[in-house]
């Protein structure tokens, strides 16, 4: 640990994903002296765990994914300095007037509009490098996708992706960048913003988890275990929660804050994300190259809660989703150069909870109803057409869905009975905690977060140095 590392600062910020990155460099800009406190390690491209089983045990919670009370829905987050970032983060997108209205509705908050965040993303943008992928390198899984949604009558366009010299044409493969990109390609946190926080004087702790957070007069204490067994604590004037949906929610309970804030643990929503896999005769090769290169962006779609992404999974990740096992599923996988996917992203309207048992372990319920799968077996019946008509002469979902995308349980609002955080990112009733990630959203949005989230960070941050002024 640095002998720079004090006992106590103006901001502390837990998480190092894009809402920490993104707060901490703009305080560390302005010259404020910020500590970050991170649960996962540290790892520079070079010592990236390789092997697929490493990196899902090791830059993951719960060595992959942490289930639902249904075991049906997946829940994926990084832990590692970068956050989920490091795994799966990519695709770029400003939220639209389809998406903000709902969150309008939901929290009653004025400036939920393409105007109004208009200048937030304007900030935003330069922090990454951003640009669809070149269509001279999509694959056969790209093609049967793009063809699949005309033969429909659906549209899908190129997804803007933060990514940089990818080098696709020497041979470099996406699939492999799940488990942190080693070109240094992907706009992940380490490389891009909280870098420059770094340079800024920004001090960082890895490997440290916060499990208690006190509110004193004056102060709040940060206290947790520094690689699980030293005990240690921070103390700070104002304190920033960056850690997602389940590790803010988890550490807010476990804090007993749920007496000040009764809408904690609740509005909990995800993105359902399924996999549908067609097996050929030929062969299609869709670990090659990138993926992700189109997405569904098609209202109709959008209004369903529906949205699609031609992706792929690595091997073992692949053998975990595929239903099946035995023989039927060995030969399956023998044949992995043959399979195509199209994954559906499916948009919860129904808020789920999350809550801790008496041993202080997550329980979480994702809150879907017969509408959510209703929608679902409406997807992959699309999806299993699109196959199909590409010459697939057999299709299978995966067993369970995987959720990247999860938002709320510290929800915004106006309403302190039915929110925890307001309009100028505070805690209702703790005007020097603050949160503008994910866990802050009102609802789901149906498209990938990430821009967002750095978006509503600075402004956020813009609203701490007002304070602190």
């Given at each position: 640990m640095s002998p720079d590392i004090q006992a106590n600062y103006p901001v502390i910020i837990i998480g190092s994903g894009p809402s920490g990155s993104a707060i901490a460099s703009e305080l560390t800009r302005a010259g404020v002296r910020c500590l970050m406190l991170e649960a996962g390690k540290y790892y520079p491209r070079h010592l990236f765990p390789r092997?697929?089983?490493?990196?899902?045990?090791?830059?993951?919670?719960?060595?992959?994914?942490?289930?639902?009370t249904t075991a049906r829905n997946g829940i994926m987050r990084g832990k590692a300095v970068g956050g989920g970032t490091l795994a799966y983060q990519g695709i770029m997108y400003r939220f639209d007037e389809f998406v903000y209205q709902s969150w309008r509705d939901l929290s009653g908050i004025s400036y939920f509009t393409e105007e109004d965040m208009q200048p937030?993303?304007?900030?935003?943008?330069?922090?990454?490098?951003?640009?669809?992928?070149?269509?001279?390198?999509?694959?056969?899984?790209?093609?049967?996708?793009?063809?699949?949604?005309?033969?429909?009558g659906y549209q899908a366009k190129p997804e803007l992706r933060a990514q940089h010299n990818c080098q696709w044409d020497r041979g470099n493969d996406c699939i492999?960048?799940?488990?942190?990109?080693?070109?240094?390609?992907?706009?992940?946190?380490?490389?891009?913003?909280?870098?420059?926080?770094?340079?800024?004087?920004?001090?960082l702790i890895p490997e440290f988890e916060v499990d208690q957070v006190e509110v004193k007069a004056g102060s709040i204490i940060c206290r947790g275990r520094y690689r699980r067994d030293r005990r240690m604590s921070f103390s700070c004037r104002r304190?920033?929660?960056?850690?997602?949906?389940?590790?803010?929610?988890r550490l807010l309970l476990k804090s007993g804050f749920r007496d000040r804030l009764p809408a904690l643990g609740k509005n909990f929503y995800i993105h359902a994300q399924w996999f549908h896999f067609g097996l050929f005769d030929q062969e299609i090769n869709a670990h090659k190259g990138p993926f992700q290169v189109y997405g569904s962006q098609?209202?109709?779609?959008?209004?369903?809660?529906?949205?699609?992404?031609?992706?792929?999974?690595?091997?073992?990740?692949?053998?975990?989703?595929?239903?099946?096992?035995?023989?039927?599923?060995?030969?399956?996988?023998?044949?992995?150069?043959?399979?195509?996917?199209?994954?559906?992203?499916?948009?919860?309207?129904?808020?789920?909870?999350?809550?801790?048992?008496?041993?202080?372990?997550?329980?979480i319920d994702c809150g879907l109803t017969g509408d959510e799968y209703r929608r679902t077996r409406e997807a992959r019946n699309m999806a299993y057409q699109m196959l199909c008509s590409a010459g697939a002469r057999e299709v299978a979902t995966s067993c369970f869905s995987i959720c990247p995308h999860h938002f709320g349980g510290v929800n915004m609002g106006v309403d302190g009975?039915?929110?925890?955080?307001?309009?100028?990112?505070?805690?209702?009733?703790?005007?020097?905690?603050?949160?503008?990630?994910?866990?802050?959203?009102?609802?789901?949005?149906?498209?990938?977060?990430?821009?967002?989230?750095?978006?509503?960070?600075?402004k956020a941050s813009q609203q701490i140095l007002k304070e602190m002024a």
């Open positions: 092997p697929e089983i490493d990196y899902y045990s090791q830059i993951y919670w719960g060595g992959g994914i942490e289930l639902d937030w993303y304007d900030r935003a943008e330069p922090l990454l490098h951003m640009a669809p992928v070149d269509e001279r390198y999509r694959n056969e899984c790209s093609r049967i996708f793009l063809e699949g949604h005309r033969k429909l492999m960048c799940l488990g942190g990109c080693p070109l240094d390609s992907k706009g992940s946190m380490p490389h891009t913003v909280l870098k420059r926080a770094l340079r800024q004087g920004l001090h304190l920033v929660l960056a850690a997602a949906p389940l590790g803010n929610t098609d209202m109709r779609l959008r209004r369903k809660g529906i949205k699609f992404e031609n992706t792929f999974a690595p091997p073992a990740g692949l053998a975990w989703l595929y239903p099946g096992y035995g023989r039927r599923h060995h030969a399956f996988m023998r044949r992995y150069r043959y399979v195509s996917c199209i994954e559906s992203s499916i948009r919860s309207f129904h808020p789920g909870t999350i809550r801790l048992d008496r041993n202080d372990n997550l329980v009975g039915r929110s925890c955080v307001d309009p100028e990112f505070h805690l209702h009733g703790f005007r020097d905690i603050y949160c503008a990630d994910s866990s802050a959203f009102p609802g789901a949005t149906g498209l990938n977060p990430v821009f967002t989230i750095l978006a509503l960070s600075i």
